[in-house]
Structures are given as C-alpha cells and as structure tokens.
C-alpha cells in the first residue's frame, strides 16, 4: 500500500499524471476516481487512457449521459461515469458488472455509487481542486 501526491497546475500536467500511471497499468486494473464536479476526473482519463490504450486525449469524452464509453487500441479501456446512477442495483441491471472483470481497465468516476461490487485491489485517485487551475492529485494504492 502507498500514496502518492501530485500537484498539477494546468491541465495538460493533469492529462499528463494520467498518462504516466496509464503507462504502467496492468490489464484488470480497477480505478477508482473520486472528487467533487469540475475536479478534473475526466481529465485525468484522458491522459489514462492514452497512456493505457495507445489513443489520443481528445477521444476521451465524459460519458456522464450514457454511463459507459469504450476506449479500443492496444488495450480497452472502461471509462464509467456513475454520477446519474442510483446505486449498486442499477448497475448490475445495466449489465456493466462483466465489464469490472473482462480484463482490461476500468476507470469509474463516482465508484462511491458502486463500493460493495469493486474489489478492495481497487486504485483510488482523489483529485482535490485547488483554485481555479491548480489540482491536487492523491494516488492510493
């Protein structure tokens, strides 16, 4: 277990702290991202899946209204926003569960919404919004 603090003050070193751990990700890893709106957890995938995937940032877009969108290059990538979810139940009745555990990387914004179904393994990133262009970011592992 560790925990690493990153201070980033634009978006592109926030992208950028996404790639690097995207980088290193081996399949089946769950991450969890945590932090208030506007905290920057779509920007931080961004940069994760790039770096995971082999895509560019700018394929990378919020799926707040369709809950799931599917990153494919070298590896997939899971990229759940589960703001709109209800909780557990309403997951599992959308069929995302397999996802969790279909070997490639999943990054879940809010996973707060689904905590009994990830496995204590998980990733958990806090990004904290400084100001307006400062971000603090908590990687626990």
Not at 13 to 27: A, E, K, V
Not at 67 to 92: Q, W
Not at 102 to 122: D, F, H, N, V, Y
Request: glycine fraction near 10%; hydrophobic fraction near 40%.
């Amino acid at each position: 277990m560790g925990m690493n603090l990153h201070t980033c003050h634009t978006v592109e070193q926030t992208i950028n702290q996404g790639y690097d751990l995207g980088s290193q990700l081996p399949n089946g890893s769950i991450v969890c991202l945590f932090g208030e709106l506007g905290a920057g957890k779509t920007t931080f995938v961004k940069g994760l899946a790039a770096g995971a995937a082999g895509i560019t940032p700018q394929q990378v877009n919020s799926p707040t209204f369709v809950y799931l969108n599917i990153y494919k290059g070298h590896r997939t990538v899971y990229h759940f926003d589960l703001y709109r979810l209800r909780d557990a139940d309403e997951f599992l009745s959308m069929g995302f569960e397999d996802m969790l555990f279909a070997g490639g990387i999943c990054c879940i914004e809010w996973s707060e919404k689904i905590a009994p179904l990830l496995p204590p393994s998980c990733l958990k990133i806090t990004l904290l919004h400084e100001s307006e262009s400062t971000r603090i970011i908590r990687i626990d592992s």
